[in-house]
């Protein structure tokens, strides 16, 4: 179950998705790109190909700051990318580089192998890539993202979505991250945030592209842009 402490601090981080799922209202915006989710049991260790830790930084913590977010995802055997975990704060950089090197420790301590950190040569990324080289030893990847709207690049990796390729965790252990992972991607691009949409298009571009070649690029127009 959930406790009451998890409860409010869900309240607090997130409206929309507490009242979505415990006050029984509506979702405020119906999904219009990622509309499809599959669920299972965590991954084994020996069905592990790799891990990634995809992120999409801010500068600092000011309240109109955007979010610092790091994904912890699970390459299968299979094909498949299952998504571990998720960290969502705002904090300066100082703080954020320690929490990340926390974050790469523990996905190495739990699956045996070393995660590969991707980051947008954006925002403070290129800081961040920086800084990690020279201090940390850390395995880092900086992507060069030529294509900037974040609605387009949504709608060509939705498609691993619908074909099942990406999985989160059911049922069996509560995690107080997925409900507001599902609610910000439902929302899109209508969300107040879109750092975890963000991280997500990152880590599907990345490893889908090398597996299955660059998606198509797709322009759209939604209703309300």
Same mark, same amino acid.
């Given at each position: ?73 699970? +390459?299968?055997? $299979?094909?498949?990318? !299952?998504? %571990? ?6 904090? #300066? *950089?100082?703080? /954020? ?69 990406? +999985?989160?965790? $059911?049922?069996?252990? !509560?995690? %107080? ?6 609610? #910000? *991607?439902?929302? /899109? ?37």
């Amino acid at each position: 179950g959930i406790s009451v402490e998890e409860l409010h601090k869900l309240r607090d981080n997130d409206p929309d998705t507490f009242n979505t799922q415990f006050q029984a209202q509506s979702p405020s915006a119906e999904a219009e790109i990622f509309k499809y989710w599959d669920y299972g049991p965590m991954p084994s260790v020996d069905q592990v190909r790799g891990v990634f830790l995809s992120c999409d930084t801010a500068y600092t913590n000011k309240p109109s700051s955007s979010y610092q977010c790091v994904l912890q995802w699970i +390459w299968t055997t $299979d094909g498949k990318v !299952f998504l %571990a975990n998720a960290y969502r704060r705002k904090a #300066e *950089l100082p703080a /954020f580089m320690a929490d990340l090197r926390k974050l790469w420790e523990e996905a190495k301590q739990v699956w045996g192998v070393d995660p590969l950190i991707l980051v947008e040569n954006r925002a403070s990324g290129p800081a961040v890539v920086q800084i990690l080289r020279q201090t940390s030893g850390l395995p880092i990847r900086e992507v060069n993202i030529k294509n900037r709207d974040l609605v387009n690049r949504a709608v060509a990796v939705s498609k691993w979505f619908e074909s099942r390729r990406v +999985w989160l965790p $059911d049922e069996s252990i !509560f995690h %107080a991250w997925k409900a507001p992972y599902i609610n #910000e *991607l439902r929302s /899109f691009p209508h969300s107040t945030a879109d750092d975890q949409v963000s991280a997500t298009i990152l880590m599907l571009e990345y490893l889908f592209s090398r597996v299955f070649g660059t998606p198509p690029q797709i322009h759209m127009r939604l209703k309300g842009w």
